[in-house]
C-alpha cells in the first residue's frame, strides 16, 4: 500500500526550497505569526501546574470539548459534548480517523478538484479510491452538481471537501451545499466538511436565502456550514483545525463532531491511533478559545491586507496570470498564461513551471497539479507569510518575467 | 502577568466585590462542578429573566469564574489581559463601582470555577451563595480517580457553606454529588433520572430536532422539548427550571 502513497507534494516543494539559499516560500500554508501569548501561557500554567502528563480520555479534555461545543452553538451548530466531540492531532488525524472508520477496501471517496493535497493518501491509507470532482472554474471554483453525480457509483462511500477550499479560496454557497446534500441523502452517503479557513472570511459572505416563503437567516459566522443542518447530522462528519486560524500548526490540534453514533465508531480508531491528542495541546486549545478572540481578529484583518496586497502584485503580473480573487483562507491560485507557457518550451506541465520558478526566481510555490487534474497550469501561492516575503517574491517574479514581456 | 501583580490585583479585586455585594445583598445562585456550569447559568438566566425582568438578574459573562474572573463577572468588568495600564483602568473602574454605583442586580448566578485545593474556599471568601446547584464530578483523565476526589473535598466545601434555609441542588445520577447531601444544612433537592430524584427526568429521546423528555416536579408532570443535544443540555433546563420554580 505505501507504494502508492508519496510524500506531499507541498512538502516536496518545501523540501526543494530549503536546498536552495534565500528561497522566498509562499509554499506550505503556515502562518507567519507565532502562537499568541495567551494561548502559549494556557499551555504553560497546565504544564506547572501538573496536568499535562497524562493521558486524557480518549476523546478528550472534557472542558475542552465543552467549551468547543458552546463556540459551535455561537455558530448555530449543535452537538453533545460528551458524546459526539473527539478531539485529534490536527484534522489529518481526524480524516484519516473517520475514513480507517467508514471505508472498506475500493470505497470510492468523492473529492473536488483541485482541492488540499492530502486528502488523496489519507483516503488511499484507509484503501479508498479517490474519485475527482471537477469545479467549476467559470463560476469561481463553485460544485458543479451535475458532475458531482455523475461520479457517484454503488461504491461512493463519503464526498471529502474543505470549506472554503484550498486551494481556490472558494466559498461554497448555500444552495450549492444544499444540493449536496440531497446528493447525500439520495445516494446514501456520508459528508466530511473539514472548515480549517472558516475564520478568514474575507467579504462578509453568506447572505441567507429563501425557501419557499421562508427566509432563511445569514449564518451567523459568515459561512454557511452543512453543520447547521440537522437534518443530515448522522451523516456529516464536521472538521476544525486550530492550526491556521490561531497560528499553532505545530501543536497538532483539531476536532471532529459528528452524531453520537458515528462518533462511538470514529473513537474507537482514534484511539488506536493516537490515544488522544497531545494534552499539553489540549489546554493550549482550550486556551485559544477562551482568550483569543482578539487574536484571531487581528489575524482576519492581516490576511485580508496581504489578500489585497498579493491580488495587486498580480494585477501586475496580468502576462503571467490571470486569477480569482479568494473569498476566504489565504491562498490564491493563479492560472498561467498559455501564451507565457508557449514562451516557455522546457515546460510542460505546473510542476515543472514551479521548479522553474523556484529554480530561477528563488520563489516557492505549489504546482497546481498536485491539487488534482483541474488544477494544472496553475500554481498555489499562499499569503499567511508576511507582507515583506509577498513583497519580495512578487519583486522576484516581476524581474524573472521581464523578458517575456 | 507577573505573580505581584497578579496577587495585587487580586487582593484589590476581592475587596471591591465584597464591598459592592455588601452594600447591595444580592441573591446569589452559585454553580459549580467538572462541566455544564455554563449551559446551566446560560438556561437560569434566561428563566429567571423571564420572571424577573433582564436588569434584575445577572451571571458571569463569558465563563468568568476564576479567583480573578469571578470579581470581574460581579463587577462587570472586562479583563485587563496581559496589558500593566488597562488592569490599572480595571481597578479604577472597580473601585469606583464598589463604592458610587446606584445599580445593581437583585440575583446573580455565578459559575464557581475550581482547578484545584482550596480553590472553593477563596471564591467563597468572596460570594456566599444563597443557594448552590452541583452539576456532576467528572474527571478528564484515562486513570479513573484522577483528582476527583480533591475536587469531591471542594464541593463540600460549598455545600457547607450554605446557610439553613439555603438551598442546594444535586445531580442524584452522579454518586459524588449525590453524597453531598450529606455535607449540607441546606434543604436538598436532587434533580436527575434516578427514582428517588425531587425533580424526576423519565422517557429521554433524541429526535433530529433536539430532544423530548418528561419532567416531573412537585407532582406535575409534563413533556419537554429542547433544541440541543446531550444529556447536560436537559440537566441545565430542569435545573433552571426548577430554580426558577422555587424561588
Known sequence: MADNISLSPIKDMELRASRIPGVVSLAQGVPSFDTPETIKQAA?????????AKYSLAPGLLELREVITQKLEEENKFYDFEEEVIVTAGSIEAITATMLTILSPGDEVLVPDPTYTSYQPAIKVAGGVPVFVPLDEKNHWSFDIAELEKRITPKTKALLFCNPNNPTGTIFTRNQLHAVAQMAIKHDFYILSDEVYKD???????EGSTFGN????????????????????DRLVYIF?????????????????????????????????VTCAPVVSQYAALGALEMAEKDLAGYHRIYKARRDLICERLDKLAHVFEYQKPDSAYFVFPKIKKEILDKMPNI???????????EKAHVATVPGNAFGPSGENHIRMCFGRS??????????????????L | MKPFFKKFIQFYLKLYTKIILWRFRPFVIAVAGS??????????????????GADDVRGNPRSYNTEIGLPLAILYLDSGESSFWKWLEVLVQAKMKALFSSNFPKKLVLELGVGKEGDMRYLLGMVHPDWA??????????????????????????????????????????????????????????????????????????????QTFDFEFRGKKEPVEIKKYGRHNVYAWVIAKIVKESL
Do not use: C
Request: proline share 2%; charged share 30%.
Open chain 1, 44 to 52: 504553560i500554567r497546565a504544564i506547572e501546574r501538573g496536568k499535562v
Open chain 1, 200 to 206: 478568514f472570511i474575507f467579504d462578509g459572505f453568506d
Open chain 1, 214 to 233: 421562508r427566509k432563511v437567516e445569514p449564518s451567523r459566522s459568515g459561512l454557511y456550514s452543512l453543520a447547521e443542518m440537522r437534518g443530515i447530522r
Open chain 1, 241 to 273: 483545525s486550530f492550526s491556521k486560524a490561531y497560528a499553532m500548526t505545530g501543536w497538532r490540534i483539531a476536532y471532529l463532531a459528528t452524531h453520537h453514533e458515528l462518533a462511538k465508531k470514529i473513537l474507537g480508531t482514534h484511539d488506536v491511533l
Open chain 1, 348 to 358: 510542460s506541465n505546473s510542476k515543472d513551471f514551479a521548479i522553474e520558478l523556484l
Open chain 1, 387 to 404: 507582507e515583506e516575503d509577498i513583497n519580495e517574491a512578487f519583486d522576484r517574479l516581476e524581474k524573472y518575467f521581464k523578458v517575456f
Open chain 2, 35 to 52: 462541566t455544564n456550569k455554563t449551559p446551566v447559568k446560560d438556561y437560569s438566566l434566561k428563566f429567571l429573566r423571564e420572571k424577573y
Open chain 2, 133 to 210: 446547584v452541583v452539576t456532576n464530578i467528572e474527571g478528564s483523565y484515562s486513570d479513573a480517580e484522577s483528582n476527583l476526589d480533591e475536587l469531591q473535598e471542594e464541593m463540600k466545601v460549598l455545600a457547607k457553606s450554605l446557610p439553613a434555609k439555603g438551598r442546594i441542588f444535586l445531580n442524584f445520577d452522579d454518586g459524588r454529588v449525590r453524597s453531598l447531601a450529606k455535607n449540607t444544612k441546606a434543604e436538598v433537592v436532587g434533580y436527575g433520572f434516578s427514582e428517588d430524584a425531587t425533580a424526576k427526568i423519565s422517557n429521554l429521546k433524541t429526535t433530529v430536532e433536539g
